[in-house]
């Protein structure tokens, strides 16, 4: 509990000096539902890889009556060779009674094994599929995974993941009751940016995981994310901070936290962002220390 304060209060000094008024009530709000989603078919694959385990959402605030289960982390991918995966494809929109057959984040990431979409299979060491609560309310996408998540297979393990990891917790999350992903699953090699066809290969399975985990709020770091899940080529320095709309879910763009430790100045703005995000959750906005 101290640790998880003093974490707090390094983001927010990092962050330009804010302090953060800890919130220990948790808000019971309704979960937010009724909209549309488009499908994700499989083209059937079962394997012997676990099933991924039913886990709860987050007991952070929310707008349903929630279990009030411990969150569940989710499995490393196995780093072996597997059969060929079959392809994925988007289908129409359907209603949300029908979303029972959405890939779960277990099928998806046996969709991935062995990947070989694009040329960033031929560098990699492990596909980074994703970490965390796969009933997250709020989930961070990231850009793609650097030398250190490719090693592990593990997105934000690096030196921008411990600042993801600072700003979370100065949210009033816990990392792991949080969903984290990237837009490509693959390390582009020398850390150059996703090309366009490497972007187009893997979007799917992002869209697909964003279906699959159904989040209160999305949280886009960095331009790739934002511009990808958008559609929308407004440089980030325009997106963040404003609120948008993907799939009928709440999305607010702000920057990469790489880009943050180069510019350490502009964490001031990326707190504002996380901000507006945490009063959707209840959690109290900072406050001048
Ligand atoms: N940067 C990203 O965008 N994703 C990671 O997983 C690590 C660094």
Redesign the pocket.
Known sequence: MLEDLRRHLLWQEEAGGRVLRLDARRVAEQRGGGIPRPAVMLRAQQTQAPQEQPAPRAPVARMAPQRELPPARESRPAPVARPAAPEIRAEPPRSEGEAGDRPTLDELRRELVDCQRCKLCSGRKNI?FGVGNPRAELVFV?????A??DLQG?????A??QL?TKMIEAMGFHRDEVY?C??VKCRPPGNRNPEPDEVKACEPFLRAQLRAVEPKAIVA??K??AQTLLRDGTPITRLRGQWREYEGIRLMPTF???YLLRQPAEKRKAWEDLQQVMKVFGKQPGKRG
Do not use: C, K, Q, T
Not at 142 to 146: A, H, L, N, R, S
């Open positions: 980074v990231g850009e793609g995974p650097g250190e998540e593990v997105p934000f393990v690096g921008a993941g993801l984290i990237n837009v770091l960095g790739f994310a990469h936290p790489a």
